[in-house]
Every structure is written in structure tokens, then in C-alpha cells.
């Protein structure tokens, strides 16, 4: 059994009860898996029928793949959706001797989870950190990426803005409950998040989580899948406009924006929209 991430039982225990809180707001039909992978075992959810239309998607740092519970929910009618866990972030991944130091690394960890299940290829989708992988993915290994969902991507189209960085750097070299309310709460202006969601990733900031790769914006941006990019209208992340004239300059790629979002309540808040924008654009 690998080692704990937490110092303490107690915390452990509360990140695994958190952790369960959110999956109960998957779809019925939500079934676990452990797939591996050269850096360690990865846990995946999946829900929707067999035969649906598959679609795997990212979620961002340290948010585990139960942040996917509502957009899953808009989709699981239809499609057969996957949520892995990044190995070494927060969740039920097992990270292996092997760490993830480079994207090659992230791009050869997914290549591993596609193939644990049987994906050949796929639409793919992603938040924040999830979407850069989603995104660097696609350019790497073209062959494999039908479609693209990009929610809110980060250093996709526009660098992430001093103010974001300014606040969430510290919580890169140590994180605590006050330092990451104090980003979301001033990220999002104050909007309320989903409670239980937010619980997890207050109870994540008493794990030794590894470090991950340090994103770097494309330097070609020639995507072979249609595209589709989510903006918060009031994200404080990254320059929305910057993100969207980048975004529409390129040839099969759409922007939808909406208005009252931000970085962070994108995936939890807002679900209907986005899922019916994800929709539209795999069908």
C-alpha cells in the first residue's frame, strides 16, 4: 500500500469522507475504476451508457475529478463519460515510483489511461489545469482527440493575470484552508460554490500532494479537432476578451461566454449552460 499523503489520520479521514460527499451527486449509474498507468494507479469515474459517445474529461488542480458531478449529471443521458483523478494531485490515484515532470510525462500518463479503457480515440475535455493537459494532449497526439472542450483553460490563449498569480503561488509552496478560501473568494467575487465541493478542497490542503508540471502556453496553437472554449465572463484568472480574440482567431474553434461565471465556479456553478454548451458541440 502506498504511503499516506496525510500526516495525520484525522485528516485523511476527512478528505476521504469529503471526497465521498461530492461523488454522491454523481449519476446513479457512476461506477469506479483503477487504471494504470507508468506513474502509478489512476482512479476513474464513469457513468452513461455503454453505447454513449465517449468523452473524458480533466478536471483542474487539486478540484479531483468529482468537480465533474453536475456537467457528468447533463451528460451521462448520452454520453459515457470518464473523470480521472491526475496522478499525485488530490484524489484516489496511487502515484507509482515515476513521477510526472514534464508534459511528455502527462501526455504518456493519459495515452495509459485511454488505452486502460479501451479509448481509441475520444472527445476530450478539460478545466483550468485539465484543459492545458486537454489541449497539449490534442497537439501531441492528434490521432486521438475527436473533439476538444476547453473550460476556462489556463495559459491556453492568454497568460494567467498577475493578480491570480500574485495570490496563487503561495498556495503552490504551501497550502492552507485561509490561503485558498482567500483565492476563491476573491477569484470568484464572493459567488457561493457548491458547499460540499468546497469542503474537499479545503480538507485536500492537508495532503502532501506532488508538485505538478508547471504549464507553459503552446507555442503553436494549430489544433487538428473542432474546438470548444468556455469563458468566465468575470474570471479574474486570466483576460477574458484576451482569451476570447485569441481563441476566435483560430480556424474551428468556437467561444461560448458566460457572463456571470469565473475561474473557479466553472465546473461546479452554472451546470446547465455548460453542458448543453458541451453538447451542442459533440453533436
Not at 141 to 161: K, Y
Not at 192 to 206: E, I, V
Not at 255 to 271: G, K, L, Q
Request: net charge positive; charged share 20%.
Amino acid at each position: 500500500m502506498a504511503e499516506s499523503v496525510f500526516t495525520e489520520p484525522r485528516r485523511e479521514a476527512d478528505f476521504q469522507t469529503a471526497y465521498d460527499a461530492v461523488l454522491a451527486q454523481w449519476p446513479a449509474n457512476t461506477e469506479a475504476l483503477d487504471v494504470p498507468t507508468p506513474y502509478g494507479r489512476t482512479r476513474v469515474h464513469r457513468c452513461g451508457p455503454a453505447s454513449g459517445r465517449p468523452l473524458v474529461l480533466l478536471h483542474g488542480g487539486g478540484a479531483t475529478s468529482t468537480a465533474w458531478f453536475a456537467v457528468a449529471s447533463g451528460l451521462a443521458d448520452a454520453f459515457r463519460v470518464h473523470a480521472p483523478d491526475l496522478v499525485g494531485d488530490a484524489g484516489r490515484s496511487v502515484p507509482g515510483d515515476t513521477r510526472l515532470r514534464r508534459p511528455d510525462d502527462l501526455h504518456t500518463w493519459l495515452d495509459a489511461v485511454l488505452d486502460g479503457l479501451s479509448l481509441d480515440r475520444t472527445s476530450l475535455g478539460g478545466h483550468s489545469y485539465g484543459g492545458w493537459i486537454a489541449l497539449t494532449y490534442a497537439l501531441a497526439r492528434p490521432h486521438r482527440v475527436e473533439r476538444l472542450a476547453l473550460l476556462e483553460p489556463s495559459s491556453c490563449f492568454a497568460p494567467m493575470a498577475p493578480a491570480y498569480l500574485l495570490r496563487g503561488i503561495p498556495i503552490l509552496l504551501k497550502n492552507t484552508p485561509a490561503r485558498l478560501r482567500g483565492l476563491f473568494e476573491w477569484e470568484t467575487r464572493g459567488r457561493a460554490l457548491d458547499p460540499a465541493w468546497f469542503r474537499l478542497m479545503l480538507a485536500s490542503t492537508g495532503g502532501r500532494w506532488q508538485t505538478p508540471v508547471l504549464p507553459k502556453r503552446p507555442k503553436s496553437l494549430r489544433l487538428g479537432a473542432p474546438t470548444l472554449v468556455v469563458i468566465g465572463g468575470r474570471s479574474r484568472s486570466q483576460d477574458p476578451d484576451r482569451v476570447r480574440r485569441t481563441a476566435e482567431a483560430l480556424p474551428d474553434v468556437t467561444t461560448v461566454t458566460i457572463p456571470e461565471a469565473s475561474h473557479h465556479t466553472i465546473p461546479t456553478e452554472d451546470a446547465d449552460r455548460l453542458a448543453a454548451a458541451v453538447r451542442t458541440h459533440l453533436s
